[in-house]
């Protein structure tokens, strides 16, 4: 079965300090990636996605990710945070025609003004 | 365009009572899911419905019903709450069968069980 992990529960920032955060899949195949954001007291937002091509996919407000399959890995990135960047971010993956998402268990970001 | 919406927004309910969770999508998606968030472990699918008249049991099931109504609504049904079913309830649906087939969520139930 597939499964996610992400390498951080919680992460505090400063304003202005970059940011990464880890994803790790596992399975095998053609898989489709994503990154949502949760904002405080709100829904699920997709960031951005992977389906194919370009491993380095940029997505709203900044972010970027990388998909290095060799890794398992859909690392998410932004070079300078805000504090409205404060929320909790998943990391998700789909099989490629498959019905079920799996995400994984979420990091929350806290940027200090 | 209202994308995914959920009623209600908050519940409460005494332990062994029944409710029923509604959504409705107007994307015109075929799948549509449910899913429960709790700190720590993420989002952990319920049921999910690949097209009318589907349903199919995800990783967390038990305790739970699920109607898919007609292609714009899926409702989840609770049918002796327990307080282990506290929790925030997100509805999302996708495009199935497309490449692009991301998800999208509604704005959640928050549901407490005393």
Known sequence: AQSVSQHNHHVILSEAASLELGCNYSYGGT????????YPGQHLQLLLKYFSGD???KGIKGFEAEFIKSKFSFNLRKPSVQWSDTAEYFCAVNV???QNFVFG???RLSVLP | NA?????PKFQVLKTGQSMTLQCAQDMNHNSMYWYRQDPGMGLRLIYYSASEGTTDKGEVPNGYNVSRL?????SLRLES???SQTSVYFCASSEQGSTYNEQFFGPG?????L
């Open chain 1, 31 to 38: 898989v489709n990636l994503f990154w949502y954001v949760q």
């Open chain 1, 55 to 57: 491993p380095l996919v």
């Open chain 1, 96 to 98: 490629f025609y498959g």
């Open chain 1, 105 to 107: 268990p979420g990091t």
């Open chain 2, 3 to 7: 994308g995914v919406t959920q009623t």
């Open chain 2, 70 to 74: 007609n292609k714009r609504e899926f």
């Open chain 2, 81 to 83: 709450a327990a307080p």
């Open chain 2, 109 to 113: 139930t928050r549901l407490t069980v």
